[in-house]
């Protein structure tokens, strides 16, 4: 079992940043392809940056390419999401997850149903 707490979200003015964290604990970590994913009221989560084990391979939504940055520490078993130009249509739940069938594999999933463990979420609010 991997228990997943993510931190740092907030209000921001649109053109602002933020650093989103997750912190992972239980099983390892270090293995495990990780993912952000959003959902805005009324919409369906989506995905929106992940990276593998390595770090070595990532992805990014078209809609956040070169705005959001995923990196992550595995001595600290953390990954993170920075978000830089932050827009309105930014504003969301923000979780992240983990797929655990990845173990050890540079191959990403952008699919939900491919992580098997979520973090309760923390909210994303952009003012225009």
């Known amino acids: 079992q991997v228990q997943l707490v993510e931190s740092g979200g907030g209000l921001v003015q649109a053109g602002g940043s933020l650093r989103l964290s997750c912190a992972a604990s239980?099983?390892?970590?270090?293995?495990?392809?990780m993912g952000w994913f959003r959902q805005a009221p009324g919409q369906e989560r989506e995905v929106v940056a992940a990276?593998?084990?390595?770090?070595?391979?990532?992805y990014y939504v078209d809609s956040v390419k070169g705005r959001f940055t995923i990196s992550r520490d595995n001595r600290k078993n953390t990954v993170y999401v920075q978000m830089n130009t932050l827009k309105p249509e930014d504003t969301a739940v923000y979780y992240c997850?983990?797929?655990?069938?990845?173990?050890?594999?540079?191959?990403?999933?952008?699919?939900?149903?491919?992580?098997?463990?979520w973090g309760q979420g923390t909210q994303v609010t952009v003012s225009s």
């Open positions: 997850a983990a797929d655990s069938r990845s173990w050890y594999s540079e191959s990403l999933s952008m699919l939900l149903k491919e992580y098997d463990y």
């Open positions: 239980g099983r390892p970590f270090s293995g495990y392809a």
């Open positions: 990276i593998s084990w390595s770090g070595s391979n990532t």
